[in-house]
């Protein structure tokens, strides 16, 4: 059975930085893109950002040049480093792991709730 174990999400500040961090296992995490989604509440699961294993990055608009994802190979890692948080960034932010090529997947993690707040 695939995980995807996130942690550090939390409560910050408006303007404040958090970094949350998914981890799942060497064999899944070195042919994945993997990414960050969120899901605030009464709305739906949205993008947030994407990498690629070769190192390929998507954002979505409303998170371009605040947010920075990257991925620590040697750790089976994907990181969202979230800087200058709004309000509107609070959500439940939701990690996944994907492969369009055979073998075929879609894996997500638990969430970690994210809230930005004064």
């Known amino acids: 059975q695939v995980q995807l174990v996130e942690s550090g999400g939390g409560l910050v500040q408006p303007g404040g930085s958090l970094r949350v961090s998914c981890a799942t296992s060497?064999?899944?995490?070195?042919?994945?893109?993997m990414g960050w989604y969120r899901q605030a509440p009464g709305k739906q699961r949205e993008l947030v950002a994407t990498?690629?294993?070769?190192?390929?990055?998507n954002y979505a608009d409303s998170v371009k040049g605040r947010f920075i994802i990257s991925r620590d190979n040697a750790k089976n890692t994907v990181y969202l480093q979230m800087n200058s948080l709004k309000p509107e960034d609070t959500a439940v932010y939701y990690c996944?792991?994907?492969?369009?090529?055979?073998?075929?997947?879609?894996?997500w993690g638990q969430g970690t709730q994210v809230t930005v707040s004064s």
């Open positions: 990498i690629t294993s070769g190192g390929s990055t």
């Open positions: 060497r064999s899944i995490f070195n042919i994945s893109t």
């Open positions: 996944r792991a994907a492969r369009a090529l055979l073998p075929r997947y879609n894996y």
